[in-house]
């Protein structure tokens, strides 16, 4: 299988822009992580106005001309906020009206999982930290429909945080030189990789010591395995021609999708993901992927479109025992017939 390295990319909800101190601490490979952490939990404050314990949203799917980071998505959006857990804090989820996909999940300042809550009710927040992020994620089934995106938008103003404390979180305090060194050391070590490593991301005691920070430099905000697996792959990069290919439906437990991006990582067309809710399906459960125009493909199903360079995510939700242990995998592509 034809695979890359991954783009380096925040997993969470925005790139992480860093307001440095005049003069600060030495960021080294011991603190790194509650470095990035801190500036990553800063910024989530900032978002939701200078508050604690208050989401801010993203309401819209990403529009091609402003999209923030490479390889976003339009399966879901998003809300954040940073939470003060001192002396109790909880999450309360609503009812949901039909069996769609969403998770809160929620970090500590040392980029440990605490939890990912998938059941309505109120779920107490565990943490071994102070402050902690809480990131909603709901699905998204079809990004160019405004009654789906409005519905979606009503359950993001459903989820609730009540929180005994909501002392601000104190202005990071790191120096910028040494910070910057080390994260682009690790997002050259990032690069090495083919896909996200299941041991990167996990609770406090299961996870990777010894590599875990590449993650964070590349992905902060990455959700554990057990929760998305990604799978990329790269295409011939003439986008002249049409390519197919047959895959197997990946197993799941929420749902499943196919994102084309161009060779720098930005998505190009509003037609560029097929998912579990749009495919269409083989009598033998297969579904046929055309990647090309539609002059070059004609009138194909599941056909996306592709420019010079093109590439494409797997985003699997829920991932299925299959998924999780790397036996699935992706068929090359070949020029179509």
């Not at 430099?217 to 697996?229: D, F, M, N």
Request: aromatic share 12%.
């Amino acid at each position: 299988m034809k695979r890359f390295g991954i783009g380096i990319a925040s997993a969470a909800l925005v790139f992480i822009a860093c307001a440095w101190a005049a003069s600060g601490e030495k960021v080294t490979p011991e603190n790194y992580i509650r470095a990035e952490t801190d500036f990553a939990f800063a910024k989530f404050q900032k978002d939701a106005g200078g508050k604690v314990n208050e989401f801010f949203y993203i309401t819209e799917p990403t529009p091609l001309d402003k999209q923030p980071i490479i390889r976003m998505n339009r399966d879901t959006l998003y809300a954040g906020a940073l939470v003060d857990t001192e002396g109790g804090a909880t999450v309360t989820i609503p009812e949901f009206p039909d069996d769609r996909y969403f998770s809160v999940y929620v970090i500590d300042n040392d980029h440990y999982a605490v939890d990912v809550f998938h059941e309505p009710g109120t779920h107490k927040i565990d943490a071994d930290t102070k402050y902690v992020a809480v990131i909603q994620r709901i699905e998204l089934r079809d990004p160019n429909d405004a009654k789906d995106v409005a519905l979606v938008n009503k359950l993001q103003k459903g989820i609730k945080i009540n929180a005994s404390s909501s002392d601000p979180f104190p202005a990071p305090k790191w120096d910028k030189d040494s910070m910057l060194a080390l994260r682009q050391g690790y997002e050259k070590e990032f690069q090495q990789y083919e896909n996200f490593e299941p041991d990167w991301m996990g609770p406090r005691g299961e996870v990777n010591e010894k590599t875990r920070h590449i993650a964070v430099a590349g992905g902060w905000g990455l959700l554990p395995a057990k929760e998305a697996v990604y799978i990329n792959y790269t295409g011939p990069a003439d986008a002249s021609q049409c390519y197919m290919a047959n895959y197997r439906v990946p197993e799941n437990n929420a749902f499943w999708s196919i994102t084309v991006y161009g060779d720098d990582g930005f998505m190009k067309s509003d037609n560029n993901i097929v998912n579990d809710r749009n495919v269409k399906l083989n009598e033998d459960g297969t579904f046929d992927v055309f990647f090309g125009s539609k002059e070059a493909c004609g009138d194909k199903p599941n056909r996306l479109d592709i420019t010079d360079g093109w590439n494409f995510a797997m985003r699997v939700y829920r991932p299925g025992p299959s998924v999780l242990k790397g036996e699935y995998e992706l068929p090359e592509v070949a020029v179509a017939e």
